[in-house]
Structures are given as C-alpha cells and as structure tokens.
C-alpha cells in the first residue's frame, strides 16, 4: 500500500520560508513522479493548483507562480520529497498535498492532478503580511 505523509507547514510572515517534507512508501522497485499541490482556503478539493513537479530521472517542472521561489526535490535513499519555499506571499496560503503516481509515462503532463494516484492528507502552509 502506498502511502504519503507530509509535514513541515505552519506560520510564517511573508518574505520568510518554509521547507516541506513528504515521507513516501509502497514503491517496491521503482521511483515514483511527485509532485506538490495546493488547495487555497475556501476552495474545493477539485481546484487544487499545481505547484511543482520532479519526475524519476530528477526532471522538474514549476508553476509560474512559484518560479524562482520555490525549489522541489527528493531523496530517494530516504524516500522523501521536498519543497523549499523561500519569498513566501500571503497568497501562497494554502494547504499543501504531495502526490505520487509509479508509472510516471501516464500520458498526463506532470502538473496535472489527474496523472496522481496517490494523495497525502495535506500540510497548512499560513503567510501572514
């Protein structure tokens, strides 16, 4: 069973910044594409936004609003993914979900939250101006 925990969210004043942390497992033999979403307050689950994404071989992709200030990357000897975020605007408030999917050739591109199987339960992420 596949399995996605994040952690590291919580307050901070903009212009601060914050290191997210996703502990991944269940991928026996294989690495998964991740990537980081964001559900603003208010939303519905449905209107996630795309942040960033990184894909087996280390490829990353970043949502135009993020470029520049945030930073994806992994660990695959701990099986962990990350997301610094540095020049936090309050509207980079959010809750903030990693997602997992094994077979990365899904034909999806790698910010759509349909190629994601597997969802963590979400990290609050407040930026207070």
């Known amino acids: 069973q596949q399995l996605l925990v994040e952690s590291g969210g919580g307050s901070v004043q903009a212009g601060g910044s914050l290191r997210l942390s996703c502990e991944y497992s269940?991928?026996?033999?294989?690495?998964?594409?991740m990537a980081w979403f964001r559900q603003a307050p208010g939303k519905e689950r449905e209107a996630v936004e795309a942040?960033?994404?990184?894909?087996?071989?280390?490829?990353?992709t970043y949502a135009d609003s993020v470029k520049g200030r945030f930073t994806i990357s992994r660990d695959n000897a701990r099986n962990t993914l990350f997301l610094q975020m540095n020049s936090l605007k309050s509207e980079d408030t959010a809750m903030y979900y990693c997602a997992a999917v094994g077979i990365c050739w899904v034909l999806r591109g790698p910010l759509d939250p349909e190629k994601y199987s597997t969802w963590g339960q979400g990290t609050q992420v407040t930026v207070s101006s």
């Open positions: 269940g991928y026996i033999g294989t690495i998964p594409c």
């Open positions: 942040v960033a994404a990184i894909d087996d071989h280390g490829t990353t």
